[in-house]
């Protein structure tokens, strides 16, 4: 592998795999190259469902992945490099990176006891220098990619802000496959609680079936934070996952006038 590719940066790591820079001999281009970091049956099969999931799934605004490798040692997925900015800091120059690197196996506790309406109550952030326009661009394309996935028959599962990119010339990117899932009804069914705790659906916590809605509701979590700067809850896990049952968020409005 090392002699096939030149590695210069790593561009960032998920659950079970780091992402790096690299110009491929073989193919004359930069590509980025995500790297299994265990080599374990679970993590291989994980690595080749997403392959083999969106290897024929094309969409200007889905990344385009190009190969499964391996040289005995290491497992890989090479894919185009995206060279840009994730989407917070594409509409307004900044991001919050409350729970958006780690993934979560939720509890089955219900900690139905427990208050949490604190958990949406926080000051009013400065204002944003927003780009209205840019918004409407940039979800526009991210919802245009999700239709197609879903089109396709997948789900994606990890819908947040720094699985897209985007590029000076305005593109949006969606990124990393990694917990992609079919969507067919049986397929659904076997919804594993794991994702990205700010961004997931309340059903993908519980582990209840999972469809389409499941990444429209991270969308919508994206464009609130996008709008207001921050997100509809935070605070302790739990607190956060049962106010997503239980009550709205706050207006945006009332964020964000």
Known sequence: MRDRFEFSARLGSGGFGDVYRAHDGLRGEDVAVKILR???PLHLRMLKREFRSLADVVHPNLVSLHELVSDGADWCITMEFVDGVDLL???HGARDTEDDAALWTPTVEDPSARSVTDVRRRAVPAPLLLDVDKVRLVFRQIAEAIAALHAAGKLHRDIKPSNILVTSSGRAVVLDFGL??????GAADDNDGLGTVAYMSPEQAQYLPLDAASDWYSFGVMLYEALTGQLPFSGPVID???AKRRIAPMPPSALTP
């Open 89 to 91: 800091t594409e509409v």
């Open 240 to 242: 956060v996952m049962e």
């Open 38 to 40: 265990h080599i374990g």
């Open 180 to 185: 992609v899932m079919e969507l067919s009804s």
